[in-house]
């Protein structure tokens, strides 16, 4: 009788230490899973800065190719403007009582007509350039 006793009291014993062990092992566990999550949050934080940052350099290189194409069709549309400007201009200046006032006229109208195209273009490039400041800041 005494063997079953010290063997139940050997079980009994072994039972609140697994207890005691399996209960250790679980904080322990809680323990590192919080330590890796407080690891880990740092890391996330860097990760969704950076793809913020990524966003806006995206948005500034778009602003940057728009003002490129702006600039290329207003510099194709002033040519075209000239080449069917200088249609008249071209008749009116062969005509001798007409010559002088036409060449003063084309040249307010070219005037105008070149700083009207470079102004949009001028005016496409500075507010890309101000986007790309703002979003990413001065290069």
């Known amino acids: 009788m ?3 006793e010290l063997a139940a009291l ?3 014993i072994g ?6 062990v399996g209960r ?3 904080r322990t566990w809680l323990e590192v899973a919080a330590a890796t999550a407080d690891v880990r949050r740092p890391e996330a934080w860097a990760n969704e800065a950076e793809l913020f940052l990524q966003g806006r350099v995206r948005i500034a ?3 940057a190719v728009t003002a490129d194409a702006v600039g290329l069709t207003a510099g194709v549309t002033q040519t075209a403007h000239r080449i069917i400007a200088a249609i008249p201009f071209s008749v ?3 005509i001798p009582v007409t010559r002088p006032a036409s060449d003063r006229v084309r040249t ?3 005037g105008t007509a070149d700083a009207v195209y470079g102004g949009i273009a001028t005016v496409a490039d500075r ?6 400041d703002r979003l990413t800041g001065p290069d």
């Not at 039972?15 to 005691?20: A, S």
């Not at 507010?127 to 790309?132: D, E, F, N, S």
């Open 2 to 4: 005494l063997l079953a």
């Open 10 to 12: 050997v079980t009994a």
């Open 15 to 20: 039972v609140v230490l697994g207890v005691m």
């Open 24 to 26: 250790t092992l679980r």
């Open 61 to 63: 290189d778009a602003a």
């Open 92 to 94: 009116l200046g062969a």
């Open 108 to 110: 307010v109208h070219d």
């Open 127 to 132: 507010v890309a350039t101000a986007l790309r």
